[in-house]
């Protein structure tokens, strides 16, 4: 059984950007003001993610001496997010060559992503909330070391360089005109298609506060299903080809 396709939506408080500068104790808004999280550019010359007063990721550049505003940080022509202290870069994103890349600031998981035709070239945190994934044919995520590849046979692959070391078997696929695809579906499952036929899955279906969480080393994929008050007593993970439910509270 594999639950209906539901196509990818990026969340309805995302933005897309093509370019965008941060200047010196910037802040930008993401999503709702009620859900408080912003990406700022700190004087101490760290980029930082807040959420309700706590830092979810920063750039590890702090103790700059950022002087009359000389710190910042740019999403820059050449698909690179930097962060400068006047001319010097302190920290990218080691996307530079990808132009035309956009920036994705959302309050879906992962926050902060740069994407080029479909594919994921950077993010923040390689955990996405249900429905905020799709990789068509020939898009990967790169984690750095290892990269996921929606293959052009219709086999999702994670490659460690040349060697793979996760797939789902699926490959030997007439895929045509791009038509074979994975997606990370509203109901938290995890599934590869050709076109509308299914072809592997995690077996997640049902649990639409899941995460997908990629690892560049064991586990490669997980599902992981969080505690919900529709849901206190289970945690629901897929872990490289097993679907498995956990009973936190099996009293």
């Not at 010097?88 to 902060?112: K, Y």
């Not at 923040?124 to 905020?132: D, E, K, Q």
């Not at 997980?222 to 009293?251: R, S």
């Amino acid at each position: 059984m594999v639950a209906g396709w539901v196509s990818f939506a990026l969340s309805a408080y995302g933005t897309n950007y093509s370019s965008l500068t941060i200047p010196q104790g910037g802040t930008v808004q993401i999503g709702t003001a009620s859900e408080n999280l912003f990406l700022t550019m700190q004087s101490d010359g760290n980029l930082v993610l807040y959420q309700n007063g706590t830092a979810l990721w920063n750039t590890g550049t702090e103790g700059q001496n950022c002087g009359a505003s000389q710190c910042f940080a740019v999403f820059q022509s050449d698909g690179n997010f930097v962060v400068y202290n006047g001319s010097t870069p302190l920290w990218n994103s080691q996307t530079a060559g990808n132009s035309g890349a956009t920036l994705i600031l959302t309050d879906q998981l992962p926050h902060i992503e740069i994407v080029l035709n479909g594919s994921v070239l950077w993010a923040n945190a390689f955990t996405f909330s249900a429905g905020n994934l799709s990789l068509p044919e020939g898009a990967r995520v790169d984690l750095g070391p290892t990269a996921l590849v929606m293959s052009t046979d219709g086999n999702l692959v994670m490659y460690q360089g040349s060697t793979p070391v996760w797939y789902t078997s699926t490959g030997g696929q007439n895929c045509g005109a791009s038509q074979c695809f994975a997606v990370f579906q509203g109901d938290g499952n995890f599934v590869v298609y050709n076109g509308s036929t299914p072809l592997w899955s995690s077996v997640t279906w049902g649990n639409p506060w899941a995460q997908l969480v990629l690892s560049s080393t064991p586990p490669y994929v997980q599902v992981i299903g969080l505690e919900t008050p529709a849901h206190p007593a289970k945690e629901y993970i897929y872990l490289n080809g097993k679907a498995v439910a956990i009973e936190n509270n099996p009293q």
